[in-house]
């Protein structure tokens, strides 16, 4: 992972707590617009740092698609997926950006979360390698040493793809490395690859090692799960779920926009974070993540659509691989009534 991901971990989780003190309570949870219209103030915190994937957050703010829907949106740096989802379950935040899997353990650990859509319905989740290693088909993974974090959603599921692809897990090594150091373990040569997300980590090691990357991602040989997406917590969901329909519509709008104008969609980003990757970079990780957005039983629908089926899918794919280890009805997981509508 990106070096950035690291500087996650400094920011205190009772900054967010200070911060978000406005939010879901108050006085001070409206503003006027320039135009006079009344606007509800809304906090949505992102799973990282922001990159490319962001952007449609960033150019949805932009073109005033939130202002549209009554909404004055305060986008804010995330510490990881698990972090935002027990913040947004805390009421720390209205709404966050956080992986499925995440999503999938808070609730089954209790925490009151629910999705309001699945954006990154086709999950990036990769080895990636430099093309020179000549890591092409699953069968060529035999014999390497892949970077990998021990308990995460990509070292948890890797067992899975190899499975399916009639790998044994002793034909690949897999080396627990720290988050942060996965992409400089590949560029010293200490592994072949790393597991990662192909919208995030690759288009930073081709920018470092100005080398080609190549991809074995999970989906084009047997196995996709839902990745990235919209959550609330139950004060939200209970209490403002005109809010909650509200910015769901205004989240898939926005992605929309960003899709037919990526170029401008990436330039909204400019000054987002001191951490911000590079144009090229961010603009790789978003041409990416525009791959992801649908799976056959959603293509052509608006993004954000889900359906039950894919859902129930995610969640067996996560019950098999031990992070959900007690499996609920989908409605548990996926708030269908407030989530954006087919």
Known sequence: MPPRRLLTATVPLALLALAATACGGGSDTTSTSDS???????????NWYPYGEHAPFYY???RKIFEKHGIDLDIRAGQGSQKTVQATGAGQTDFGWADTPAVLAGVDQGVQVRSLGVFLQTTPASVQSFAAQGIATPADLKGTTIAGTAGDA???TFPIFLKKNGIAESDVKVQN???AGKIAAVISGKTDGLLGYASDQGPTMQDKAKKDVAYLRFSEHGLNFYSNGLIAGRKTLTGRGDLARRMATAVSESWTAAEKSPQPAVAAMDGASEQLPPAGVLAEQFRTTLTLLHTEATRGKAPGVNTEADWQQTIDVFAQAGLVKSAKP???YWDADNAMKG
């Open 330 to 332: 989908v409605e548990q």
């Open 36 to 46: 006079g219209k009344k606007l509800d103030k809304v906090t949505l915190t992102l």
């Open 60 to 62: 949805g703010k932009q």
């Open 177 to 179: 490395t720290d988050p």
């Open 154 to 156: 990509l070292s948890k």
